[in-house]
């Protein structure tokens, strides 16, 4: 059987995350997906993505991965499948990988990026893709406050509260804020993330930029292990997974 890979691009406006939610009505991008491989396989296929994106959260690299007997060749995959899905998700690349490859767990860089528009009015055509601060944010102080997250830690205060996992330790390769105009970009890239953690750093340095922190908070917050104590989770349409990195080609 085969393992087939998958490079997906989405717009999550219009889907309640990507993880399939079943017995609930709810449109998810993995139900879209499955349900397309299905029509051209003529097979029950189970897609497996390296993050399970939330509602209204979007993705310019999500990567996927199924197995099939099917006989398409890979590079026709992209155009035949996306004849049959919705219009706000696209495949864009397909390749064979071998057997043990998985999404999720073969992954082992991923990167997310927040963006906010930061000016008095916002852009109707930003309103589903970044999320809108009226008022004056220091990039400068920012940045400052993004290096305190750099390197291994327990991100417990940083993730939703109640979150179901037994390791709240995860390591931070980079943490940038690029601008561009009214546009600030938030850029986090680690070796996986906790419920809403990219949100909640976020909502965090936004606080410092409004001055309502100081930049060399982050340690203490992190070493204090209290969501109460951290910035708040920001809506998710400003976020998007823009890349996902693995060790070497599979």
């Known amino acids: ?35 397309a491989l299905g029509i ?5 296929i189970v897609v497996h993505g390296s993050g399970r994106t939330d509602a209204g959260v979007h993705a310019s690299c999500q990567v996927i991965n199924f197995h099939s007997n099917t006989k398409i060749p890979a590079a026709r995959f992209p155009l035949a499948v996306n004849s049959v899905l919705p219009p706000d998700i ?61 390197g291994t830690h327990d991100f417990r205060a940083f993730c939703a509260k109640n979150t179901a996992v037994q390791n709240f330790t995860r390591t931070v390769f980079d943490c940038r804020i690029e601008k561009e ?35 060399g908070e982050i340690p203490v917050l992190l070493a204090g292990r209290e969501r109460k104590l951290v910035g708040q989770t920001l809506p998710p349409q400003g976020l998007c997974l823009v890349a996902v990195e693995y060790s070497e080609k599979p």
């Open 1 to 35: 059987m085969r393992n087939i890979k998958m490079k997906v691009s989405y717009d999550g406006t219009n889907y309640h995350g990507f993880q399939k939610q079943n017995r609930t009505g709810l449109r998810t991008v993995q139900e879209a997906l499955e349900e």
């Open 40 to 44: 051209l396989t003529r097979e029950n």
């Open 90 to 150: 696209v495949v864009y690349q397909a390749e064979d990988v071998s057997a043990d490859f998985h999404a999720r767990f073969s992954a082992r860089k991923k990167t997310y990026c927040y963006t906010i528009f930061n000016e008095r009015q916002m852009s109707p055509f930003w309103r589903f893709y970044a999320y809108h601060v009226p008022v004056w944010l220091d990039v400068d102080k920012m940045r400052e406050g993004a290096d305190g997250f750099l």
């Open 181 to 215: 105009g009214p546009l600030l970009r938030f850029f986090v890239q680690g070796n996986g993330f906790l419920y809403n953690m990219v949100r909640i750093i976020t909502g965090t340095l936004m606080e410092i930029g409004k001055g309502r922190r100081e930049s």
